[in-house]
């Protein structure tokens, strides 16, 4: 060992304890912390209300974290600016989750990225506590058609894509439209019948700020009023700042890794150099 590093990532990463987040750390380029290595991420997962230190996604054994869609995206963006992934299953906690991924450079040319994970299963339990509201049902699609949360009937399970989504729902064209022509103000379209509705009713549709995902609320006509198309709508848009909240944390906690990264990666710059690319370090959680 030639030299010990104290990480205060997991400071930024953990956000006080925010249950939400489910990880986050850095993830260099092949040969960009040390020449001949591919892989060697610095990265902490939440297992209850701690940070630990994971070296799992360097392992052979897991998928290359240069090909994800979240590293992809990352790569792609502008420096400084959080890019959210499609929804995904970590491959090695299985957890649901999206990341915030920030790219970063070194000596003007980019390096890696820096990375925060928001768990997507307090957004389930959120739409399915509060997608009642109506009398109805709530449901979160993201860009890519994937499903963040739809519900599951006793005769089928819920829809995991746009595809499935599709088949069981018919109305769910008109959703697929609203989310291709990039539309921005929320909308209202009535259906003939819905499975979970039994019957008529309406459908509404927003996007959450900065993730592009497509929420909806489905109410059943007999809840309707002349006046219910704005209301519906008024009622849909008091989710958002609750899910806007849920993503500021993490967007914080992003920019707060984002700030660190200069000094960090010079301190990991200083101790590669001593000592060839195999220094030690010492992980502090919290």
């Given at each position: 060992m030639t030299g010990v590093q104290t990480c205060a990532l997991p400071i930024f990463i953990d956000s006080q304890g925010n249950t939400a987040i489910a990880g986050g750390g850095l993830w260099p380029e092949p040969d960009a912390f040390s020449a001949g290595v591919a892989r060697r991420s610095f990265y902490w997962a939440r297992s209850g209300q701690s940070l630990g230190y994971s070296e799992?996604?360097?392992?052979?054994?897991?998928?290359?974290y240069h090909t994800a869609d979240w590293y992809v995206q990352g790569k792609a963006s502008t420096p400084g600016r959080c890019a959210w992934s499609d929804a995904y299953e970590d491959p090695v906690s299985?957890?649901?989750?999206?990341?915030?991924?920030?790219?970063?450079?070194?000596?003007?040319?980019?390096?890696?990225v820096a990375t925060i994970d928001l768990t997507l299963t307090g957004l389930a339990d959120f739409l399915k506590s509060n997608g009642q509201?109506?009398?109805?049902?709530a449901f979160a699609i993201d860009p890519s058609g994937k499903v963040l949360y739809f519900p599951a009937t006793g005769e089928q399970?819920?829809?995991?894509?746009?595809?499935?989504?599709?088949?069981?729902?018919p109305?769910?064209?008109?959703?697929?439209?609203?989310?291709?022509?990039?539309?921005?103000?929320?909308?209202?379209?009535?259906?003939?019948?819905?499975?979970?509705l039994g019957g008529a009713g309406y459908i509404s549709l927003t996007r959450v700020p900065a993730s592009g995902w497509t929420v909806g609320l489905a109410t059943p006509q007999a809840h309707m009023t002349g006046i219910?198309?704005?209301?519906?709508i008024d009622i849909l848009t008091t989710l958002l700042p609750i899910l806007?909240?849920?993503f500021g944390l993490a967007w914080l906690a992003g920019r707060a890794v984002f700030s660190q990264i200069n000094e960090t990666t010079a301190q990991i710059d200083k101790l590669g150099e001593q000592g060839g690319g195999a220094t030690d370090f010492e992980v502090v959680d919290g």
């Open positions: 799992e996604y360097n392992a052979s054994t897991v998928d290359d299985k957890i649901l989750m999206t990341t915030c991924t920030v790219p970063y450079s070194r000596d003007g040319r980019f390096a890696g509201v109506t009398g109805g049902y399970p819920a829809p995991a894509d746009e595809t499935a989504l599709l088949a069981a729902y109305w769910f064209k008109a959703v697929t439209q609203w989310r291709s022509s990039g539309q921005r103000e929320a909308q209202t379209f009535q259906v003939d019948h819905d499975a979970q219910a198309s704005k209301l519906t806007a909240l849920v």
